[in-house]
């Protein structure tokens, strides 16, 4: 970048890529399929539209390697961009494959609701053979009435309907939990007495059923997948259960938008740990990037580091020179000039943007940066 201070790349604030709570509601934020399952450290789907519209054509293939809940994916489709996701995290790539699932909806709805009319009628399963994490967080008859809609699923439902119902049932049993309704997001240790809520201000009691939210969260499930056919356009979409320092990619994408993990802030695994429970998905957290279990201790950095310029020098290998890479990243270390230049990427622009948190505990201030970059050549 010569000739452009650090400075000076970083003084931009993007205006078109900061939003106020009233210029951007939470209800935008969350459109259709953005909201089928609660994830924390997506990005807003509103994001990837610019950065589409900045640095895509529609008939391009945008390749996202840590695709998460599936927002790069769902914002190609609708710009008609074809899409390749990768995700070490076997929940994430279930929620982001139901996103973009194409449906036959009168289909899916119905076998979507006979199934939860069967759970309901036969009741509660028994709870005994359930794991010893299970049997902490729920109460008897929450994860009885969970195993139920599991084994009904199980039996009657084919793909694509089943992966459909594994995420309303992964959605029911993050709020059936035994927690407080203001640590849904971080539960410590399972609450079975009545609490003081800071969020109502008023003494609650912990949940002590599921199928309330199995019978919501299927209707809610089924009015966002119709709501985004509406949108959605016939360009191919592709998940990838897998380590994105060494994938092969099945085709060659046209360019890169995607948000790293932050060392030592989430546990991208551990977030959904009941649908690993539940649904008996492959653990792999041992090589997810930046976990917050291993903290940010210098060594902890160094792998962080080493991780992502795998994963970005794998990206670089598999593309055009000067392909877009669009990194959106909280580098409050400064680690990212170094990885750029190990996986071969020039940094052309350092946008910073104000994000609008307006929830609970982790509120405040907070800026993020993207960063544009560019294929240098082969690497
Ligand atoms: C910040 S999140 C991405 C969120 C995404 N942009 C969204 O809107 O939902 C980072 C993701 O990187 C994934 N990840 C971590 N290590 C990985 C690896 N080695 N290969 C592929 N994905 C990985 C995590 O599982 C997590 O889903």
Same mark, same amino acid.
């Given at each position: ?68 809940? *599936? ?8 710009? *008609? ?25 009168? $289909? ?14 036969? =009741? ?130 046209? =360019? ?26 492959? @653990?792999?957290? @041992? ?19 080493? *991780? ?25 270390? =400064?680690?990212?000039? @170094?990885?750029?230049?190990? $996986? ?32 240098? =050549?082969?690497?």
């Amino acid at each position: 970048m010569a000739g452009v201070s650090q400075d000076a790349l970083y003084a931009e604030i993007d205006l078109e890529l900061s939003w106020s709570e009233h210029e951007l509601p939470q209800v935008e934020r969350t459109k259709h399929v953005h909201k089928l399952h609660p994830y924390l450290g997506k990005f807003i789907p509103q994001l990837v539209e610019v950065f589409l519209e900045r640095y895509f054509a529609p008939g391009a293939c945008v390749y996202d390697p840590f695709v998460g809940s *599936g927002t790069t994916l769902v914002e190609a489709n609708t710009f *008609g961009a074809d899409s390749v996701g990768c995700d070490i995290s076997a929940f994430n790539c279930l929620l982001s494959r139901v996103k973009v699932t194409q449906y036959s909806l009168g $289909a899916v709805e119905l076998s979507l609701r006979s199934t939860l009319e069967e759970a309901r009628q036969a =009741g509660p399963a028994p709870t005994r053979d359930a794991s010893k994490w299970l049997r902490r967080w729920y109460s008897d008859r929450s994860l009885g009435e969970l195993l139920r809609y599991r084994e009904v699923a199980f039996d009657r439902l084919e793909d694509p309907s089943l992966d459909v119902a594994k995420v309303i049932l992964s959605r029911a049993a993050r709020s059936a939990r035994l927690t407080t309704h203001y640590d849904l997001d971080f539960p410590r240790r399972p609450v079975r007495q009545p609490y003081f809520c800071h969020k109502h201000k008023r003494t609650c009691t912990p949940v002590d059923e599921s199928a309330k939210f199995l019978a919501r969260y299927t209707a809610d499930t089924v009015r966002r997948i119709r709501e985004f056919s509406n949108v959605r356009t016939s360009s191919l979409v592709e998940v990838i259960h897998a380590d994105s320092q060494r994938l092969d990619l099945p085709i060659q994408p046209h =360019g890169v938008i995607t948000s790293p993990p932050y060392p030592g802030l989430i546990d991208y695994h551990e977030q959904h740990r009941y649908a690993y429970e539940l649904l008996g998905l492959d @653990d792999r957290s @041992d090589i997810e990037l930046g976990r917050a279990r291993r903290g940010t201790s210098r060594p902890a950095l160094r792998e962080y580091v080493d *991780g992502m310029v795998a994963v970005f020098a794998n990206a670089s290998r598999q593309l055009s020179p000067g392909a877009p890479v669009v990194i959106v990243v909280n580098d409050s270390r =400064g680690l990212f000039p @170094d990885v750029l230049e190990k $996986a071969g990427l020039r940094l052309d622009q350092s946008l910073t943007r104000h994000v609008n948190r307006r929830t609970g505990r982790r509120a405040g201030q907070f800026f993020e940066s993207v960063l544009v970059c560019n294929v240098i =050549g082969r690497y």
